[in-house]
């Protein structure tokens, strides 16, 4: 599913729960039941697309959260493409592909120091990711061959007769929110977004992880969000330039002046 090839996001950490700040919400925890919310952090594609998976596979409620003012996150800034192979668009413009060799493209380009089992992933989920996002209502009809590619699998909006071509990331991110809205109109009680919304950190419950403690920029308080499942769909360290454990800083502190 899309959701596990762009997030591999679930959450399955064990932590201590933090004492309550001054004007801290306290909710008291208990076990999740059945008809509690799933929390996805983040609003980009991969938040987007656990969205959707949740709600058309049996999730009472998704509860969004995103830092800023307006859901999309980097993905909506991408021009490029999806790389896929055997999908339906390869095949009905003749490109011959294969796993093995998206595989081997795959490698080559990451010098060979990638996580073979995330390639996998990659590579086998690829033309399924598409058909996702089809259905979405994403027109991904066109291909084009990108760098470290030896066949065309780059996959694209076509680019219209007349008029600007429309940037893919804002087509993707515009087609899965028009379909979340479709969902919250027809059933408001499902989908609940909260934007400039910032995760603290995260609730258990035993083992495991069932909740946020999240700072609104309207409040001056921190409210704890409990549900049954925590998706975390929240990007690389690239913005992590602030925090005292700064990866960005510690491993690659000449990249912090990009935006």
Same mark, same amino acid.
């Given at each position: 599913?899309?959701?596990?090839?762009?997030?591999?996001?679930?959450?399955?950490?064990?932590?201590?729960?933090?004492?309550?700040?001054?004007?801290?919400?306290?909710?008291?925890?208990?076990?999740?039941?059945?008809?509690? *919310?799933?929390?996805?952090?983040?609003?980009?594609?991969?938040?987007?697309?656990?969205?959707?998976?949740?709600?058309?596979?049996?999730?009472?409620?998704?509860?969004?959260?995103?830092?800023?003012?307006? /859901?999309?996150? %980097?993905?909506?800034?991408?021009?490029?493409?999806?790389?896929?192979?055997?999908?339906?668009?390869?095949?009905?413009?003749?490109?011959?592909?294969?796993?093995?060799? @998206?595989?081997?493209?795959?490698?080559?380009?990451?010098?060979?120091? %990638?996580?073979? %089992?995330?390639?996998?992933?990659?590579?086998?989920?690829?033309?399924?990711?598409?058909?996702?996002?089809?259905?979405?209502?994403?027109?991904?009809?066109?291909?084009?061959?990108?760098?470290? +590619?030896?066949?065309?699998?780059? +996959?694209?909006?076509?680019?219209?007769?007349?008029?600007? *071509?429309? *940037?893919? !990331?804002?087509?993707?991110?515009?087609?899965?929110?028009?379909?979340?809205?479709?969902?919250?109109?027809?059933?408001?009680?499902?989908?609940?977004? /909260?934007?400039?919304?910032?995760?603290? !950190?995260?609730?258990?419950?035993?083992?495991?992880?069932?909740?946020?403690?999240?700072?609104?920029?309207?409040?001056?308080?921190?409210?704890?969000?409990?549900?049954?499942?925590?998706?975390?769909?929240? !990007?690389?360290?690239?913005?992590?330039?602030?925090?005292?454990?700064?990866?960005? /800083?510690? @491993?690659?502190?000449?990249?912090?002046?990009? *935006?």
């Amino acid at each position: 599913r899309l959701a596990t090839l762009v997030a591999a996001a679930i959450a399955v950490l064990a932590m201590d729960v933090h004492a309550a700040e001054k004007g801290e919400v306290r909710v008291r925890r208990k076990a999740p039941g059945p008809e509690d *919310p799933v929390i996805v952090v983040g609003g980009g594609l991969a938040g987007l697309s656990a969205t959707i998976e949740a709600l058309e596979n049996g999730a009472t409620k998704v509860i969004l959260i995103d830092s800023e003012k307006s /859901l999309g996150g %980097n993905s909506a800034k991408a021009s490029s493409g999806i790389n896929a192979c055997r999908s339906r668009t390869q095949e009905k413009m003749g490109i011959e592909d294969s796993y093995e060799r @998206f595989y081997a493209d795959t490698l080559s380009a990451g010098d060979r120091e %990638n996580d073979e %089992n995330l390639v996998d992933v990659l590579v086998e989920e690829s033309a399924a990711a598409i058909d996702f996002l089809e259905r979405a209502g994403v027109d991904l009809g066109d291909i084009n061959l990108c760098g470290g +590619h030896s066949v065309p699998r780059t +996959h694209w909006i076509p680019s219209p007769k007349e008029g600007k *071509p429309l *940037p893919v !990331g804002f087509g993707i991110i515009k087609a899965l929110r028009e379909k979340i809205d479709a969902i919250q109109k027809a059933n408001p009680e499902r989908v609940e977004i /909260l934007l400039e919304a910032k995760v603290a !950190g995260l609730t258990s419950w035993n083992e495991y992880i069932t909740g946020v403690r999240v700072r609104t920029a309207a409040e001056n308080k921190t409210k704890e969000i409990s549900g049954k499942a925590v998706i975390l769909a929240t !990007g690389g360290f690239s913005a992590d330039k602030d925090s005292d454990a700064s990866l960005l /800083l510690e @491993f690659a502190a000449e990249k912090a002046a990009f *935006p």
